[in-house]
Nanobody, 127 residues
């Protein structure tokens, strides 16, 4: 059973930084890609960043490109999201996600391309 556990959320002021971590367990074979999503109250879940685990190619939502950086530590089954220059509109619950190990897609910011989800970690940015 794949388990994803996020950590690192918190409350910061506008312009601050946070680094989210996601620990993956129960993964017998590395998945082709991993992603970070977020969901604010009353809004749809949004793909924030993704990374192809073999080669490290990344993709970002336009709203975070240049401010957020996704990275991985494959040896330790860890996924990270460094968030800089945070804005109030970044306030949301952030989720780590992984596909089934047999899946592959180029649509890596779509939540339908993921099978496993963490419980989320809250990020709150105040003005």
């Amino acid at each position: 059973q794949v388990q994803l556990v996020e950590s690192g959320g918190g409350s910061v002021q506008t312009g601050g930084s946070l680094k989210l971590s996601c620990a993956a367990s129960g993964v017998a074979k590395r998945t082709a890609y991993m992603g970070w999503f977020r969901q604010a109250p009353g809004r749809a879940r949004e793909g924030v960043a993704s990374i192809y685990t073999d080669g490290g190619i990344t993709d970002y939502a336009d709203s975070v490109r240049g401010r957020f950086t996704i990275s991985q530590d494959n040896a330790n089954n860890m996924l990270y999201l460094q968030m800089n220059n945070l804005k109030p509109e970044d306030t949301a619950m952030y989720y780590c996600a992984a596909p089934d190990r047999t899946w592959y897609t180029q649509n890596v910011l779509s939540d339908s391309m993921y099978k496993y989800w963490g419980q989320g970690t809250q990020v709150t940015v105040s003005s």
